[in-house]
Nanobody
Framework: QVQLVESGGGLVQAGGSLRLSCAAS????????MGWFRQAPGKEREFVAA????????YYSDSVKGRFTISRDDAKNTAYLQMNSLKPEDTAVYYC??????????WGQGTQVTVSS
């Protein structure tokens, strides 16, 4: 089983930046693709970004492409999401998971990102 703990969220003004971290434990995630997801109030959880297990390919939703960057450090069993040029519509709870999520991974508590206008 894989446990995931997200951190790095906070309150930031529009145009600002945040870097989220996702620490995995329970087993190594180096052989898995990793993804970031988010859920805004009253909305379904949505895909944000993913990175292959080699780190050689990344994928982004259209809404964050060009502003967010996903990366991973397998030595630390950790994935990251660098978020630049933040917009109020990026406000949400951000989660990480294997990509796609599987039965061996458990959703964490997420980390709140709030962008003020």
């Amino acid at each position: 089983q894989v446990q995931l703990v997200e951190s790095g969220g906070g309150l930031v003004q529009a145009g600002g930046s945040l870097r989220l971290s996702c620490a995995a434990s329970g087993r190594t995630v180096s052989s898995y693709a990793m993804g970031w997801f988010r859920q805004a109030p009253g909305k379904e959880r949505e895909f944000v970004a993913a990175i292959t297990w080699t780190g050689g390919n990344t994928y982004y939703s259209d809404s964050v492409k060009g502003r967010f960057t996903i990366s991973r450090d397998d030595a630390k069993n950790t994935a990251y999401l660098q978020m630049n040029s933040l917009k109020p519509e990026d406000t949400a709870v951000y989660y990480c998971n294997l990509y796609p999520p599987t039965r061996i991974s458990h959703w964490g508590q997420g980390t709140q990102v709030t962008v003020s206008s």
